[in-house]
């Protein structure tokens, strides 16, 4: 069964730095999309970055452009975000995301497997 992990959340000062990562599970990694989303409590969960299948092609939300960076290696089925200059509405519980296709979509509803997802914390 293929399962999503991520990793790498934590409390941040801010204008501070993290590195997540998503590992995957399974063989064809490099035949999907892959995404961040997050949602923030009392707030509805929104599209962060999006990766396609070969990892050249790439979305941001507006908000994160400039300060995040969506990455993924396929020989380590692992994906990743740098996310620099962290402010504190950035905070939120962070999920990562695959999609049955190779492009980088930013409708959730395109996305068929969930990590459980990892807390970032920037107490303002």
């Known amino acids: 069964q293929v399962q999503l992990v991520e990793s790498g959340g934590g409390l941040v000062q801010a204008g501070g730095s993290l590195r997540l990562s998503c590992a995957a599970s399974g063989r064809t990694f490099n035949m999907y999309a892959m995404a961040w989303f997050r949602q923030a409590p009392g707030k509805e969960r929104e599209f962060v970055a999006a990766i396609n299948a070969h990892g050249d092609s790439a979305n941001y939300q507006d908000s994160v452009k400039g300060r995040f960076t969506i990455s993924r290696d396929n020989a380590k089925n692992t994906m990743y975000m740098q996310m620099n200059s962290l402010k504190p509405e950035d905070t939120a519980v962070y999920y990562c995301?695959?999609?049955?296709?190779?492009?980088?979509?930013?409708?959730?509803?395109?996305?068929?497997?969930w990590g459980q997802g990892t807390q970032v914390t920037v107490p303002s």
């Open positions: 995301a695959r999609r049955s296709g190779i492009l980088a979509l930013t409708d959730a509803n395109e996305y068929d497997l």
